[in-house]
């Protein structure tokens, strides 16, 4: 499991070196342009940044989801990394690129309410605070999907040493299934054994009983023979 560890990471660290950006960007939200914050990145499928995005908001900021539209929302909650007030958050993930050089893209929104968008123009602390954010959950996302993928192994590994207990428990029976139906078999080979042995005295009885009678046939013959 070490070695394995170490392989996976090794490979998350050289795809996390390929590509990680973070901008601020107008984005498509609800079909309209709106100023938001794009975060890209390489090596990584859209369910594994997303799961990554949402453990982070959810698990560690206690944030509650809905959805608008393609984005997961978390609207009009404190998230004090960003500062002291309510705020409206939004994301979605997507991918661009060819098939085998795909890019996976976190269009990022945080908004005062009203769709009022926060950006360097209008609160360049906050702004520079979503940019810290991005990166550093960009920084995350290799052991973020490490963790996942020995999670999966370990739950994979779980349920082939479960089955494996049960084959062993079916196995075990039934050699004991097989132990019981070889002692029936003996007991009925003993009784066989036995059977043959009353057949052969019996045998033996009828041989002695027909030479009898074919004894006493001869007598009755010879006894009607006289008495011509």
Partial sequence: MKKLLFLIATVCLVSFAS????????????????????ANI???TMDVVDLAMRTKLEKDFGLRASKEGSYRAYLNQPCSIFGPDNYDIYYQVSEFGKKKNKTTQ?????????????????NPDIARR????????????????????????????????????KLDKEIAKNNK???????????????????????????V??????????EVEVKIKEVKSSMR
């Fill in 205 to 214: 009885k009828v041989e002695k009983k027909i030479k009898e009678i074919n």
């Fill in 42 to 44: 390489n090596g990584y």
């Fill in 106 to 122: 976190v269009s990022f929104i945080l908004s005062s309410g009203n769709m009022n968008t926060i950006t360097s123009g209008n």
């Fill in 130 to 165: 979503v940019k810290i954010f991005l990166e550093d959950f960009l920084a995350t996302v290799p052991t973020f999907a490490t963790s996942q993928q020995l999670e999966e192994l370990e739950a994979e590994l779980a349920k082939l040493q479960s089955e494996k207990e």
């Fill in 19 to 38: 590509a990680q950006t973070v901008k601020e960007s107008t984005v498509t939200f609800n079909k309209t342009q709106v100023n938001g914050y794009l």
């Fill in 177 to 203: 299934s097989i132990e019981k139906a070889n002692k029936q078999i003996q007991k009925i080979n003993k009784n066989i054994e036995k059977s043959q042995k009353k057949i052969e005295k019996v045998d």
